[in-house]
T-cell receptor, first 111, second 113 residues
Framework: KQEVTQIPAALSVPEGENLVLNCSFTDSAIYNLQWFRQDPGKGLTSLLLIQSSQREQTSGRLNASLDKSSGRSTLYIAASQPGDSATYLC??????????FGQGTTLQVKP | DAGITQSPRHKVTETGTPVTLRCHQTENHRYMYWYRQDPGHGLRLIHYSYGVKDTDKGEVSDGYSVSRSKTEDFLLTLESATSSQTSVYFCATWTGHNNSPLHFGNGTRLTVT
């Protein structure tokens, strides 16, 4: 059974810092890995999707990497801003045909 | 996002009553999903649909049923609501292509008293 773990559960950093969020999964037989952002009281917004054949994806200040063999992904946020404060979730899509989510990392960026 | 509308946005109901939540999409995505989100459990899949009248169970399907009579609508019914079903419910859609992410609605907050 696929399990997805995100560490840390919460993170507080000063504005301007670069930071890394971690995601690990137990079954490496995945088709893709997705990173989402969730603001309080809102739905999830897709940030990045990495297909199983890819090693990384970039969007603006965000960079996500995937190491399928070790069951790990990282989301790197450069030059963090208060507007980056949110919960970040990773999810893997595998041969179950379902997207399995981690429990998320809640990020607070202090001005 | 992907034109997903969930209704109602908030609902309070009593234990034992039936409740139906609606998800409407305008993007003609093939797949539709119902998740619930609870503190300490994250997002858990309740049911999903891979086409009109084609549905399957997720990991927490007990006490829930779904129907999809049209591509654009996916209904989630709590047959007899219980306090353990108090949660935030999210609908999501997907094109079915591996390079395409899921798109989520803004959720329905359900309280069962």
């Amino acid at each position: 059974k696929q399990e997805v773990t995100q560490i840390p559960a919460a993170l507080s950093v000063p504005e301007g810092e670069n930071l890394v969020l971690n995601c690990s999964f137990t079954d490496s037989a995945i088709y893709n890995l997705q990173w989402f952002r969730q603001d309080p009281g809102k739905g999830l917004t897709s940030l990045l999707l990495i297909q199983s054949s890819q090693r990384e994806q970039t969007s603006g200040r965000l960079n996500a990497s995937l190491d399928k063999s070790s069951g790990r992904s990282t989301l790197y946020i450069a030059a963090s801003q208060p507007g980056d404060s949110a919960t970040y979730l990773c999810a893997v899509y595998g041969n179950t045909g379902k997207l399995i989510f981690g429990q998320g990392t809640t990020l607070q960026v202090k001005p | 996002d992907a034109g997903i509308t969930q209704s109602p946005r908030h609902k309070v109901t009593e234990t034992g009553t039936p409740v139906t939540l609606r998800c409407h999409q305008t993007e003609n995505h093939r797949y539709m999903y119902w998740y619930r989100q609870d503190p300490g459990h994250g997002l858990r899949l309740i049911h999903y649909s891979y086409g009109v009248k084609d549905t399957d169970k997720g990991e927490v399907s007990d006490g829930y049923s779904v129907s999809r009579s049209k591509t654009e609508d996916f209904l989630l019914t709590l047959e007899s609501a219980t306090s353990s079903q108090t949660s935030v419910y999210f609908c999501a859609t997907w094109t079915g292509h591996n390079n395409s992410p899921l798109h989520f609605g803004n959720g329905t907050r359900l309280t069962v008293t």
